[in-house]
């Protein structure tokens, strides 16, 4: 919860003086974690989500489907080879939940960075248009000053 605070922070500092702010860049491994479990929720994001692991799974798969039968140590694949994969379904599913989460909190701190950014801007436009109506203003003065002497010669 202290990244939010820390970016609204930075969006507060940003609508008071928004031509201080530099837009931040965000990415992943900024908002990744430091403790260990942290950083072992890195590794098997990278290996779960890895199509070297997709690639590894499929051709086992087919070396067991035929490799079974040719050398004769499972004459009838399909019962233990779906039990052996059905196995680590559930962990893989919580690493993704786990990614999921992980996705989540680097794309809310992107979020409020970009939000800061907005933020000043915003405030940096409602300036210009301050600037913009106070030259309006002095223009119609300057009108009504020259319309109000006329021609002279």
Known sequence: ??????????????REAPHLHVPRLVLSRDVAGERVLDRIADVVNKLIGSMYLFVAITVGIVAWLFAGNIVGF??????????????????????????ANRAQRASDARA???????????????????????????LDILEHAVAGAGPQA
Request: charge should be negative; hydrophobic fraction near 50%.
């Open 1 to 14: 919860m202290a990244e939010p605070m820390v970016s609204e922070a930075e969006a507060t500092r940003a």
């Open 112 to 138: 409020m960075a970009d939000h800061a950014t907005l933020v000043a801007l915003h405030e940096l436009s409602k300036k210009q248009v301050q600037i913009l109506d106070g030259q309006n203003k002095v």
């Open 74 to 99: 499972d004459k009838t694949p399909w019962p233990l080879l779906l039990t052996l994969l059905n196995l680590p379904q559930l962990s893989i599913m919580i690493s993704l939940q786990v990614s």
